[in-house]
Protein backbone atom coordinates (compact mmCIF):
# COMPACT_ATOMS: atom_id res chain seq x y z
CA UNK A 1 0.00 0.00 0.00
CA UNK A 2 1.18 3.09 -1.16
CA UNK A 3 1.81 6.26 1.73
CA UNK A 4 -0.59 8.30 2.40
CA UNK A 5 0.18 11.95 2.81
CA UNK A 6 -2.42 14.69 4.31
CA UNK A 7 -1.99 18.28 4.11
CA UNK A 8 -4.43 20.06 6.51
CA UNK A 9 -3.63 23.50 8.84
CA UNK A 10 -5.69 26.77 9.75
CA UNK A 11 -5.44 30.40 9.30
CA UNK A 12 -4.06 32.07 12.67
CA UNK A 13 -6.12 34.92 13.35
CA UNK A 14 -7.03 33.79 17.19
CA UNK A 15 -7.27 30.67 19.45
CA UNK A 16 -8.86 27.71 18.07
CA UNK A 17 -12.67 26.54 19.50
CA UNK A 18 -14.90 23.65 19.90
CA UNK A 19 -15.80 24.39 16.06
CA UNK A 20 -12.08 23.47 15.14
CA UNK A 21 -11.83 20.61 17.44
CA UNK A 22 -15.02 18.75 15.61
CA UNK A 23 -14.24 20.37 12.19
CA UNK A 24 -10.69 18.80 11.81
CA UNK A 25 -8.54 18.56 15.10
CA UNK A 26 -10.28 15.51 16.34
CA UNK A 27 -10.01 14.27 13.01
CA UNK A 28 -5.81 14.79 12.70
CA UNK A 29 -5.61 12.59 16.04
CA UNK A 30 -6.81 10.16 14.30
CA UNK A 31 -5.27 10.28 11.30
CA UNK A 32 -1.49 10.63 13.04
CA UNK A 33 -1.72 7.35 14.82
CA UNK A 34 -2.51 6.14 11.21
CA UNK A 35 0.00 3.60 9.92
CA UNK A 36 1.67 4.43 6.39
CA UNK A 37 0.38 8.05 6.72
CA UNK A 38 2.56 11.16 7.12
CA UNK A 39 0.58 14.48 8.24
CA UNK A 40 1.49 18.06 7.67
CA UNK A 41 -0.08 20.36 9.39
CA UNK A 42 0.41 24.05 7.85
CA UNK A 43 0.11 27.21 9.70
CA UNK A 44 -1.26 29.96 6.99
CA UNK A 45 0.05 32.78 8.36
CA UNK A 46 0.71 34.41 4.73
CA UNK A 47 -2.94 33.40 3.87
CA UNK A 48 -3.94 34.98 6.75
CA UNK A 49 -2.03 38.32 6.14
CA UNK A 50 -3.81 38.64 2.84
CA UNK A 51 -7.13 40.24 4.88
CA UNK A 52 -5.23 41.20 7.79
CA UNK A 53 -2.17 43.33 6.40
CA UNK A 54 -2.65 46.44 7.82
CA UNK A 55 -2.65 44.32 11.81
CA UNK A 56 0.39 41.92 11.10
CA UNK A 57 0.20 41.68 15.01
CA UNK A 58 -2.80 39.98 15.17
CA UNK A 59 -1.46 36.75 12.90
CA UNK A 60 2.06 37.03 14.80
CA UNK A 61 0.58 36.80 18.26
CA UNK A 62 -1.87 34.11 16.85
CA UNK A 63 0.65 32.10 15.84
CA UNK A 64 1.61 30.75 19.11
CA UNK A 65 -2.19 30.34 20.17
CA UNK A 66 -2.60 28.22 17.58
CA UNK A 67 0.83 26.10 18.06
CA UNK A 68 -0.25 25.98 21.80
CA UNK A 69 -3.74 24.54 20.71
CA UNK A 70 -2.65 21.67 18.51
CA UNK A 71 0.00 20.42 21.24
CA UNK A 72 -2.74 20.73 23.57
CA UNK A 73 -5.14 18.16 22.24
CA UNK A 74 -2.13 16.31 21.33
CA UNK A 75 -0.72 16.35 18.28
CA UNK A 76 2.67 15.58 18.67
CA UNK A 77 5.80 17.04 16.61
CA UNK A 78 7.49 13.64 16.59
CA UNK A 79 4.59 12.32 14.30
CA UNK A 80 3.64 15.15 12.52
CA UNK A 81 5.23 18.29 10.90
CA UNK A 82 4.02 21.42 11.81
CA UNK A 83 5.21 24.25 9.71
CA UNK A 84 4.65 27.94 9.21
CA UNK A 85 3.58 28.78 5.72
CA UNK A 86 5.64 32.23 5.67
CA UNK A 87 9.14 29.98 6.30
CA UNK A 88 8.80 27.67 3.14
CA UNK A 89 10.19 30.11 -0.03
CA UNK A 90 9.19 27.74 -2.66
CA UNK A 91 5.31 28.02 -2.02
CA UNK A 92 5.11 31.44 -3.59
CA UNK A 93 7.56 30.50 -6.20
CA UNK A 94 5.59 27.54 -7.09
CA UNK A 95 2.32 29.74 -6.58
CA UNK A 96 3.73 32.11 -9.45
CA UNK A 97 4.03 29.19 -11.97
CA UNK A 98 0.70 27.70 -11.85
CA UNK A 99 -0.78 31.42 -12.15
CA UNK A 100 0.09 30.88 -15.44
CA UNK A 101 -2.19 28.07 -15.73
CA UNK A 102 -5.31 30.05 -13.83
CA UNK A 103 -7.47 32.63 -15.72
CA UNK A 104 -9.05 35.38 -13.85
CA UNK A 105 -12.24 33.97 -15.08
CA UNK A 106 -11.56 30.74 -13.53
CA UNK A 107 -11.29 32.27 -10.00
CA UNK A 108 -14.49 34.76 -10.27
CA UNK A 109 -16.33 31.83 -11.04
CA UNK A 110 -14.55 29.56 -7.91
CA UNK A 111 -17.88 29.06 -5.47
CA UNK A 112 -15.97 29.79 -2.42
CA UNK A 113 -14.02 32.07 -3.33
CA UNK A 114 -17.21 34.14 -4.50
CA UNK A 115 -18.87 33.36 -0.99
CA UNK A 116 -15.60 34.83 0.79
CA UNK A 117 -15.55 37.78 -1.06
CA UNK A 118 -18.74 38.77 -0.61
CA UNK A 119 -18.60 37.67 3.34
CA UNK A 120 -15.79 40.15 3.65
CA UNK A 121 -17.59 42.90 2.23
CA UNK A 122 -14.29 44.52 0.26
CA UNK A 123 -16.25 45.85 -3.06
CA UNK A 124 -14.21 46.90 -5.26
CA UNK A 125 -11.27 46.96 -2.76
CA UNK A 126 -10.36 43.05 -3.22
CA UNK A 127 -6.31 42.71 -1.94
CA UNK A 128 -4.97 40.24 -4.89
CA UNK A 129 -3.44 37.68 -2.36
CA UNK A 130 -6.94 36.94 -1.13
CA UNK A 131 -8.26 36.94 -4.80
CA UNK A 132 -5.56 34.22 -5.53
CA UNK A 133 -6.05 32.04 -2.61
CA UNK A 134 -6.79 28.55 -4.59
CA UNK A 135 -3.68 29.01 -6.52
CA UNK A 136 -1.54 29.47 -3.38
CA UNK A 137 -3.56 26.75 -1.61
CA UNK A 138 -2.85 24.48 -5.02
CA UNK A 139 0.83 25.39 -3.86
CA UNK A 140 0.72 24.51 -0.90
CA UNK A 141 -0.79 20.58 -1.23
CA UNK A 142 1.33 20.49 -4.04
CA UNK A 143 5.02 20.95 -2.23
CA UNK A 144 4.26 17.99 -0.49
CA UNK A 145 2.65 15.73 -2.59
CA UNK A 146 -0.05 15.67 -0.68
CA UNK A 147 -2.54 12.71 -1.67
CA UNK A 148 -5.28 13.26 0.99
CA UNK A 149 -6.74 17.11 2.10
CA UNK A 150 -9.02 17.33 4.51
CA UNK A 151 -11.51 20.23 4.29
CA UNK A 152 -15.06 20.64 5.15
CA UNK A 153 -17.76 20.64 2.06
CA UNK A 154 -17.73 24.27 1.48
CA UNK A 155 -14.03 23.89 0.33
CA UNK A 156 -14.78 21.51 -2.43
CA UNK A 157 -14.37 24.08 -4.95
CA UNK A 158 -10.78 24.78 -3.41
CA UNK A 159 -9.69 21.68 -3.95
CA UNK A 160 -10.89 20.90 -7.40
CA UNK A 161 -8.96 23.87 -8.92
CA UNK A 162 -5.97 22.58 -7.21
CA UNK A 163 -6.80 19.46 -9.07
CA UNK A 164 -7.14 21.20 -11.98
CA UNK A 165 -3.70 23.18 -11.43
CA UNK A 166 -1.97 19.49 -11.41
CA UNK A 167 -3.97 18.10 -14.66
CA UNK A 168 -3.24 20.77 -16.34
CA UNK A 169 0.64 21.29 -15.30
CA UNK A 170 1.21 17.71 -15.79
CA UNK A 171 -0.41 17.33 -19.10
CA UNK A 172 1.40 20.50 -20.54
CA UNK A 173 5.08 19.78 -19.55
CA UNK A 174 3.77 15.78 -20.34
CA UNK A 175 5.59 14.60 -17.24
CA UNK A 176 3.63 13.10 -13.92
CA UNK A 177 5.02 15.70 -11.41
CA UNK A 178 2.45 16.40 -9.36
CA UNK A 179 0.08 14.64 -7.41
CA UNK A 180 -4.04 14.97 -7.49
CA UNK A 181 -5.10 14.98 -4.62
CA UNK A 182 -8.17 13.52 -3.14
CA UNK A 183 -10.84 15.39 -1.42
CA UNK A 184 -11.64 14.13 2.49
CA UNK A 185 -14.60 14.87 3.81
CA UNK A 186 -15.95 14.62 6.85
CA UNK A 187 -18.88 12.40 8.10
CA UNK A 188 -22.54 13.76 6.78
CA UNK A 189 -23.72 13.43 10.69
CA UNK A 190 -21.07 15.58 11.50
CA UNK A 191 -21.26 18.72 9.49
CA UNK A 192 -20.05 22.01 11.06
CA UNK A 193 -20.97 22.97 14.55
CA UNK A 194 -23.36 25.77 15.16
CA UNK A 195 -22.16 28.80 17.47
CA UNK A 196 -23.61 28.89 20.90
CA UNK A 197 -26.05 31.23 19.56
CA UNK A 198 -27.60 29.60 16.80
CA UNK A 199 -26.51 31.64 14.10
CA UNK A 200 -24.78 29.52 11.68
CA UNK A 201 -21.66 28.56 12.09
CA UNK A 202 -19.35 28.93 14.96
CA UNK A 203 -16.77 31.77 14.24
CA UNK A 204 -14.16 33.76 15.59
CA UNK A 205 -15.56 36.72 13.65
CA UNK A 206 -18.70 36.67 15.38
CA UNK A 207 -17.79 35.79 18.77
CA UNK A 208 -19.85 33.10 18.92
CA UNK A 209 -17.40 30.28 19.90
CA UNK A 210 -16.29 28.13 23.04
CA UNK A 211 -12.33 28.27 22.57
CA UNK A 212 -10.53 25.53 23.99
CA UNK A 213 -8.86 27.48 26.06
CA UNK A 214 -11.51 28.65 28.13
CA UNK A 215 -11.60 29.09 31.72
CA UNK A 216 -14.29 27.28 33.67
CA UNK A 217 -16.63 30.55 34.29
CA UNK A 218 -15.88 31.72 30.50
CA UNK A 219 -17.38 28.16 29.10
CA UNK A 220 -20.30 28.16 32.15
CA UNK A 221 -21.41 31.65 31.13
CA UNK A 222 -21.20 30.45 27.45
CA UNK A 223 -23.39 27.40 27.76
CA UNK A 224 -25.62 29.31 29.95
CA UNK A 225 -26.63 31.81 27.31
CA UNK A 226 -26.76 28.88 24.60
CA UNK A 227 -29.62 29.49 22.07
CA UNK A 228 -32.44 26.98 23.18
CA UNK A 229 -36.47 26.59 22.14
CA UNK A 230 -37.60 30.45 22.26
CA UNK A 231 -41.04 29.10 22.82
CA UNK A 232 -40.06 26.95 25.76
CA UNK A 233 -40.88 29.45 28.49
CA UNK A 234 -42.32 27.69 30.94
CA UNK A 235 -40.90 23.92 32.36
CA UNK A 236 -44.13 22.34 31.90
CA UNK A 237 -44.70 23.33 28.08
CA UNK A 238 -43.52 21.08 24.97
CA UNK A 239 -40.20 22.35 23.68
CA UNK A 240 -38.83 22.01 20.06
CA UNK A 241 -35.46 20.32 20.13
CA UNK A 242 -34.50 20.77 16.55
CA UNK A 243 -32.58 23.97 16.61
CA UNK A 244 -32.01 23.59 20.20
CA UNK A 245 -28.44 24.67 20.34
CA UNK A 246 -27.82 22.58 23.63
CA UNK A 247 -29.25 19.49 22.25
CA UNK A 248 -26.86 19.54 19.02
CA UNK A 249 -23.82 19.99 21.35
CA UNK A 250 -25.20 17.15 23.03
CA UNK A 251 -25.79 15.07 20.10
CA UNK A 252 -21.96 15.70 19.61
CA UNK A 253 -20.29 15.40 22.86
CA UNK A 254 -22.32 13.37 25.78
CA UNK A 255 -21.20 9.91 25.46
CA UNK A 256 -24.66 8.66 26.47
CA UNK A 257 -26.35 8.76 23.55
CA UNK A 258 -29.55 7.15 24.85
CA UNK A 259 -29.34 9.04 27.39
CA UNK A 260 -29.91 12.33 25.04
CA UNK A 261 -32.53 10.32 23.17
CA UNK A 262 -34.43 9.67 26.01
CA UNK A 263 -33.70 13.53 27.00
CA UNK A 264 -35.22 15.18 23.84
CA UNK A 265 -38.22 12.94 24.36
CA UNK A 266 -39.10 14.39 27.77
CA UNK A 267 -38.38 17.87 26.51
CA UNK A 268 -40.49 17.44 23.54
CA UNK A 269 -43.86 16.71 25.90
CA UNK A 270 -42.51 19.33 28.43
CA UNK A 271 -41.53 19.39 31.83
CA UNK A 272 -37.91 19.35 31.46
CA UNK A 273 -35.83 22.74 32.22
CA UNK A 274 -33.31 24.18 29.79
CA UNK A 275 -31.29 25.02 33.19
CA UNK A 276 -31.01 21.26 33.96
CA UNK A 277 -29.57 20.32 30.35
CA UNK A 278 -27.02 23.41 30.36
CA UNK A 279 -25.81 22.16 33.64
CA UNK A 280 -25.18 18.93 31.91
CA UNK A 281 -23.94 20.02 29.03
CA UNK A 282 -21.41 22.55 31.45
CA UNK A 283 -19.93 19.11 33.37
CA UNK A 284 -19.48 17.15 30.17
CA UNK A 285 -17.62 20.25 28.21
CA UNK A 286 -15.34 21.01 31.67
CA UNK A 287 -14.73 17.50 31.84
CA UNK A 288 -13.59 17.64 27.98
CA UNK A 289 -11.48 21.02 28.21
CA UNK A 290 -9.94 20.66 31.29
CA UNK A 291 -6.83 18.50 30.47
CA UNK A 292 -6.25 20.10 26.97
CA UNK A 293 -6.48 23.61 29.19
CA UNK A 294 -4.16 22.28 31.85
CA UNK A 295 -1.74 21.10 29.42
CA UNK A 296 -2.00 24.30 27.25
CA UNK A 297 -1.04 26.19 30.62
CA UNK A 298 2.02 24.17 31.08
CA UNK A 299 3.27 24.44 27.32
CA UNK A 300 2.59 28.06 27.29
CA UNK A 301 4.95 28.84 30.30
CA UNK A 302 8.22 28.00 27.33
CA UNK A 303 7.33 30.00 24.25
CA UNK A 304 10.60 29.43 23.07
CA UNK A 305 9.95 25.81 23.05
CA UNK A 306 7.01 26.16 20.61
CA UNK A 307 9.36 28.37 18.64
CA UNK A 308 11.71 25.73 18.46
CA UNK A 309 9.21 23.53 17.66
CA UNK A 310 8.00 25.32 14.65
CA UNK A 311 11.34 25.93 13.09
CA UNK A 312 12.50 22.57 13.20
CA UNK A 313 8.90 21.56 11.22
CA UNK A 314 9.36 24.38 8.90
CA UNK A 315 13.09 23.06 8.05
CA UNK A 316 11.68 19.74 7.20
CA UNK A 317 8.70 20.93 5.11
CA UNK A 318 11.25 23.62 3.29
CA UNK A 319 12.86 20.14 2.80
CA UNK A 320 10.18 18.53 0.93
CA UNK A 321 8.97 21.74 -0.96
CA UNK A 322 12.50 22.20 -2.24
CA UNK A 323 12.50 18.59 -3.85
CA UNK A 324 8.93 19.06 -5.56
CA UNK A 325 10.28 22.38 -6.52
CA UNK A 326 13.13 21.11 -8.25
CA UNK A 327 11.25 18.75 -9.72
CA UNK A 328 8.83 21.39 -11.11
CA UNK A 329 11.21 23.64 -12.71
CA UNK A 330 12.94 20.72 -14.14
CA UNK A 331 9.98 19.43 -16.02
CA UNK A 332 9.02 22.71 -17.15
CA UNK A 333 13.36 22.90 -18.58
CA UNK A 334 13.41 26.59 -16.34
CA UNK A 335 16.84 24.41 -14.37
CA UNK A 336 19.01 26.26 -16.66
CA UNK A 337 22.12 25.74 -13.92
CA UNK A 338 21.85 22.11 -12.85
CA UNK A 339 24.99 20.25 -12.71
Do not use: C, W
Not at 86 to 107: A, F, K
Not at 141 to 147: E, N, P, S, V
Not at 204 to 228: C, R, V
Amino acid sequence: MSKKIILTGDRPTGKLHLGHYVGSLENRLKLQEEEDTEMFIMIADQQALTDNADNPQKIIESVTEVALDYLAIGIDPNKTTIFLQSQIPQLPELMMYYMNLVSVSRLQRNPTVKQELKSKNFGESIPTGFFTYPISQAADITAFGATHVPVGEDQKPMIEQTREIVRDFNRIYNKEVLVEPEIVLPPKKQGRLVGIDGNGKMSKSLNNGIYLSDSPKEIQDKIMKMYTDPNHIRIEDPGQVEGNVVFTYLDIFDPNKEEVESLKEHYRRGGLGDVKLKRRLNDIMQDMLRPIRERREELAKDKEAIYKMLEEGSKKAEKVAAKTLAEVKEAMGINYFKK
